[in-house]
């Protein structure tokens, strides 16, 4: 089972940033967080990780609260092709992914 | 570099016939996934490959699927006979670490089966 609770769904104006929350809170100290996304009809596509620094990639920022129990993933500024499920998935180190329901997080014009 | 490549895209069988879907990962990387999606559910993982070998196949819903990755390169999953509740979307994964690095998915194979 997924360990990780997001809200089903968002809205984002395009243009602003997406904060899409996780909350994790019986994470253990070697789980990684993890952010994927699903476009319509593609495979899931990898975004960002980390265990408990902040990370940012080209894509996206990752914030990790300090006691590791919830994190954001920001998209500093949302296109319609940002329009996706968005899973956060809590991994052992080496262990597979177990992907939840996400958040259906729509950017509208 | 490529990506991870699958097909067919879709298939459409009938229920008790064969079907068999194929993974091509990126070059290089020795460990591939299959995960899948049946409707209205969520991406479930199946089995994990190191080169050739099964690392972890405790997904596999039944004796029904069978997966092979003969010398460590692309992976087929033979579906033998197929049933109604295997339609859904099969997802290839690759990663050239099993460590902390995320997977490179395909586009997934679509399975109907009528």
């Known amino acids: 089972d997924a360990k990780t609770t997001q809200p089903p769904s968002m809205d984002c104006a395009e243009g602003r940033a997406a904060n899409l929350p996780c909350n994790h809170s019986?994470?253990?100290?070697?789980?990684?967080v993890y952010w994927y996304r699903q476009i319509h009809s593609q495979g899931p596509q990898y975004i960002i990780h980390?265990?408990?620094n902040n990370e940012t990639n080209e894509m996206a920022s990752l914030i990790i609260t300090e006691d590791r129990k919830s994190s954001t993933l920001i998209l500093p500024h949302a296109t319609l092709r940002d329009t996706a499920v968005y899973y956060c998935?809590?991994?052992?180190?080496?262990?597979?992914?177990?992907f939840g329901p996400g958040t259906r997080l729509s950017v509208l014009p | 570099e490529a990506g991870v490549t699958q097909f067919p895209s879709h298939s459409v069988i009938e229920k008790g016939q064969t079907v068999t879907l194929r993974c091509d990962p990126i070059?290089?990387?020795?460990?591939l996934y299959w995960y899948r999606r049946v409707m209205g559910k969520e991406i479930k993982f199946l089995l994990h490959?190191?080169?050739?070998?099964?690392?972890?196949e405790s997904g596999m819903p039944n004796n029904r699927f069978l997966a092979e990755r003969t010398g460590g390169t692309y992976s087929t999953l033979k579906v033998q006979p197929a049933e109604l509740e295997d339609s859904g979307v099969y997802f290839c994964?690759?990663?050239?670490?099993?460590?902390?690095?995320?997977?490179?998915f395909g586009s997934g194979t679509r399975l109907t089966v009528v």
């Open positions: 980390g265990l408990k």
């Open positions: 994964a690759s990663s050239r670490y099993v460590a902390e690095d995320g997977y490179t």
């Open positions: 998935i809590v991994r052992p180190y080496g262990q597979n992914f177990v």
């Open positions: 019986t994470i253990s100290g070697n789980e990684y």
């Open positions: 490959f190191v080169k050739e070998s099964k690392q972890d």
């Open positions: 070059s290089g990387h020795d460990n």
